[in-house]
């Protein structure tokens, strides 16, 4: 259900995971001089496609998507028309629903205890990062970046509708990218926040399509 497997195709395992690695090496190093361009370049934070990505990162997005999911098919035994890519199951579309917006708040909830963790602030002017005292506002994320909670909402939703319908991919993949490319233009976060982000809404969408697997095993035993 990861990205990686929606992507991976018949690629190695072992090329896949270096060209993580190597992407997460250069974004790292990217991070200040990103942060610098966008700077000195405003005119990206202007037009509707720029707010049309913002709201990928907005889990009010994903629920609209969701609860309009489920009234379309308002009955929990009612099949979906589209085979969904579960081991060659089906589910309904309501449980379908419940999954996007399980993937989403996951990934948020998740990005956003990790903060608390990191503790790595916003970017500053200063070329440098800087890392908030555990004594400081404990229980408070705000102000701290690591990871983007918009990115791990936007993959987590993008993700969990690529597996409901295979052929959003690259529309799905497009809103989350570019969802996690505001971020970073509006000064926001660093990019390594939103790499960050964008791992944290494939893990969450792992454990919301182990649920969703669950749910369309029991759905297909009743239908038996």
């Not at 205890?113 to 602030?121: A, P, S, V, Y």
Request: glycine share 8%; net charge positive; aromatic share 12%.
């Amino acid at each position: 259900m990861a990205l990686t497997s929606i992507l991976r195709g018949h690629i190695p395992r072992k090329t896949i995971l270096f060209t993580y690695l190597l992407a997460g090496i250069i974004i790292a190093l990217s991070d200040f001089k990103v942060l610098s361009f966008f700077k000195s370049n405003a005119w990206v934070l202007k037009g509707d496609l720029y707010y049309l990505f913002r709201i990928g990162g907005s889990m009010w997005t994903w629920l609209l998507i969701s609860i309009s999911m489920a009234i379309a098919f308002p009955r929990s035994d009612s099949a979906s028309p589209l085979e969904l890519r579960i081991k060659g199951e089906s589910a309904s579309l309501k449980t379908a629903a419940i999954s996007i917006c399980l993937s989403a708040g996951l990934g948020g909830l998740i990005a956003e205890c990790l903060k608390l963790i990191i503790r790595r602030e916003r970017p500053i002017d200063q070329e440098v990062y800087v890392f908030r005292a555990f004594s400081e506002r404990a229980w408070s994320s705000s102000g701290l970046g690591l990871p983007s909670s918009h990115a791990a909402v936007a993959f987590g939703g993008s993700l969990a509708l690529i597996t409901i319908f295979p052929t959003l991919r690259w529309p799905a993949l497009g809103m989350a990218i570019g969802c996690g490319f505001t971020r970073i233009s509006s000064g926001a976060h660093y990019p390594t926040d939103v790499a960050a982000g964008a791992l944290v809404g494939c893990f969450a969408n792992y454990l919301a399509g182990l649920w969703l697997r669950r749910e369309s095993w029991k759905h297909n035993r009743k239908s038996n």
